[in-house]
């Protein structure tokens, strides 16, 4: 999804994978408010589901329902099933806030929250020698804000690292939606997909999206150090239910 990011406005794309909807809410000079679409049969966009905020851009605020949350850079929101107003704004103009936009239909209610980036604690995996030296943080899972299936956090690089998940792996019970962000314009992430023995690559620029479905890889080598968001939906919430693949068995 090459075109999701467009200042002023609201854009979003349904995906028939659990029923995904990504999108952004890039406020300028005006508030910006999240509407039902077509496609969800809703009165409200999150009559039946929940979503998940976060920011890549710079100072801004989510409102739900009233409840007012500062988001900075990496803060991420949760807004859950009933929440019926969720409002975008920008701090300033010339450093606008680029809210990423993760929805799955959800069967139980949660609180709307925030996690900022200085509450998260990171996993750090990969090595220098292997290239993909990195920090995993969680924002939305079982251990931290609580939700329905929605399951999101982000990966950031070290310098001189470029690979961001290997080896790969596959999860069937979950497909993943991956942003990437921090990409430098001169830059780009080749992201690979498909099935282990017949993988396919995107070449990937900054605030673009790729879906991976459950029976796919997903991983990416950048030619500079970068982030991505990650998110899924499906059957559980399980970080850790995944299905490793060797890197000798790759095609």
Sequence with gaps: MEDLYKPGSIELAYVDLDRTVIGFAAPTTTALRLETTPELRASYFLERREIGIFNVGGKGKVTVDGNVFPVEKLDCVYAGRGSK???FESESVDAPAAFYLLSYPAHAEYPAAMKKFSELEPLNLGSVETCNKRSIYKA??????KS???????TLLSEGSNWNTMPPHTHMRR??????????PAHR???????????????????QVVVSPGWSIHAGVGTKAYGFCWGMGGENQAYDDMDGVGIVDLK
């Design 85 to 87: 107003e969720v409002v």
């Design 140 to 145: 939305i899972y079982a251990d931290g804000i």
């Design 148 to 154: 329905c299936q929605l399951v999101m956090g982000f």
């Design 175 to 184: 497909s993943e939606v991956y942003l990437y962000f921090n990409v430098d």
């Design 189 to 207: 992430v080749v992201h690979l997909m498909g099935p282990p023995q017949e993988t396919r690559h995107l070449v990937v620029a900054d605030k």
